[in-house]
């Protein structure tokens, strides 16, 4: 089964933007660990990711989609950095790292 479906197309296009900004920044792994993270979960639960875009820059919404169908868990896939004080919960992702962190973090 196939572990990543796109909301839409521009979801899809997102992750593309990801991709080449952690290559371009040197974050290529923190990306990279939190989508096979995603994946372990969704190959543990016999479903898939579904990837959305949200509304921080470089960012996800995700939620983990099970065999019947029904979302088990979600969450977000919020990229920090000085764009964000590192995770300090201001705008634009107003989301709280417990490390300064610049690079991709799971949160649920």
């Avoid at 990711?49 to 983990?64: K, Q």
């Avoid at 979302?71 to 300064?100: E, K, R």
Wanted: charged share 20%; aromatic share 10%.
């Amino acid at each position: 089964m196939k572990r990543f479906k796109f909301r839409n197309d521009y979801a899809r296009e997102r992750l593309k933007e990801a991709l080449a900004h952690a290559k371009k920044h040197k974050l290529k792994r923190s990306l990279s660990e939190s989508l096979s993270c995603l994946h372990a979960i969704a190959k543990n639960c016999n479903g898939y990711v579904d990837l959305c875009t949200d509304f921080a820059p470089l960012s996800f919404t995700w939620g983990i989609i099970n065999s019947s169908g029904h979302c088990t868990l979600n969450g977000g896939l919020i990229f920090h950095g000085p764009h964000d004080g590192y995770g300090d919960g201001s705008a634009p992702t107003y989301t709280v790292s417990l490390d300064p962190s610049h690079g991709w973090q799971l949160h649920t």
